[in-house]
């Protein structure tokens, strides 16, 4: 056969299958790479049980950490949010939950609101905080070095975090959640409120994957996050939909902010640690990816718990940072990333 013969097979032979290159586009995690995270949890967890000695403690440890992972995926996902549209590092997002805890503060206090339904107030005023901090100060620098927006997030951060101070003081508060008892969960003993906080994230995510993806506001968001130029040239206006994707994600925040409000110290600087946090999430799920925030979050929950278990003495978050170390060096784009 001649060389002429034999050329176009070979573009063939280094294509991937469709089925592969589409998982890459989407950017779906593969079987293999799931099947390590299950497998990694199950050890994890099995030598938690060994080292506690007690099924019960070992099982608290599960329910709790899923629990709060509900509770983190909810905030990473207006980091991740943002981060896929506009490719800015939120430094802010903590921040914005701390101000949705004092809003959340208030709003049962001087209005005599349920801790709960005072999502009704604070999800639209982290909406308009989250519009006025992109319309204000982002959108006129979307062009800018990176640097220079992360230096305003991070400004914005500590904006806030004393405007909390000279409004509310350095003295922590509380939310108190009226009827708040313990129920038993296969042998674990779980607050009503963490319950409510971890359903109300699941149904708060649910919601907003169901806004971008069966919307026609979803639809201009996803398009701006594909191309912002493309978008632009079929009409789309691109700084109208930063500012609604930015509103969206100082939301999910706020929300965040008053489900956690009730079992959470309110003070100033109690965003830091939940923004922490947020970026291990987001980095763990894959950086701009919605339904990675959502699983990434339930696996920092059930390691932070898990590896309070296994050492012992030692800060919760001392597993989380050697899990999110280990993801870095095998699987760099996050379990849901895109491959390059």
């Not at 992972?69 to 506009?86: E, F, K, P, Q, R």
């Not at 939310?175 to 009503?192: M, R």
């Amino acid at each position: 056969m001649s060389p002429q013969a034999q050329a176009p097979a070979q573009p063939q032979a280094n294509t991937p299958s469709p089925p592969k290159a589409a998982r890459r586009a989407n950017g779906r995690p593969s079987t293999r790479t799931m099947l390590v995270a299950l497998g990694l949890l199950v050890i994890a967890s099995v030598v938690a049980g060994i080292v506690s000695g007690s099924t019960t403690v070992l099982i608290q440890a599960l329910v709790t950490g899923l629990l709060t992972g509900g509770v983190y995926s909810l905030i990473a996902m207006g980091l991740t949010l943002v981060y896929g549209v506009l490719h800015v590092i939120n430094f802010a997002n903590g921040a914005l939950v701390a101000v949705a805890m004092f809003v959340s503060y208030a709003a049962v206090n001087a209005l005599g609101l349920h801790p709960y339904v005072a999502l009704i107030v604070t999800v639209p005023v982290m909406a308009l905080i989250g519009a006025g901090i992109q319309a204000g100060l982002l959108n006129p620098i979307m062009r800018s070095p990176i640097h220079t927006q992360l230096l305003i997030t991070i400004g914005v951060a500590l904006a806030l975090e004393s405007l909390l101070l000279i409004i509310a003081g350095p003295n922590p508060k509380s939310v108190s959640l009226p009827g708040d008892f313990g129920v038993e969960i296969f042998g674990a003993s779980v607050s009503v409120s963490r319950i409510y906080a971890f359903v109300g994230a699941l149904v708060l995510v649910a919601l907003l994957w169901i806004v971008l993806q069966k919307t026609r506001m979803g639809t201009a968001i996803r398009s701006v996050a594909a191309s912002p130029e493309g978008a632009r040239l079929v009409g789309i206006n691109v700084k109208r939909i930063y500012i609604i994707t930015f509103a969206l994600g100082a939301s999910a925040a706020g929300a965040a902010g008053t489900l956690v409000a009730p079992f959470t110290t309110i003070e100033p600087t109690a965003g830091a640690t939940f923004n922490l946090t947020a970026f291990v999430v987001v980095v763990l799920g894959g950086m701009g990816n919605v339904p990675g925030a959502l699983v990434g979050g339930l696996i920092v929950g059930l390691t932070e718990q898990l590896g309070g278990l296994i050492l012992p003495g030692q800060s919760p978050l001392l597993a989380v940072f050697v899990v999110f170390l280990l993801v870095l060096f095998a699987k760099p784009q996050g379990i849901f990333g895109r491959s390059s």
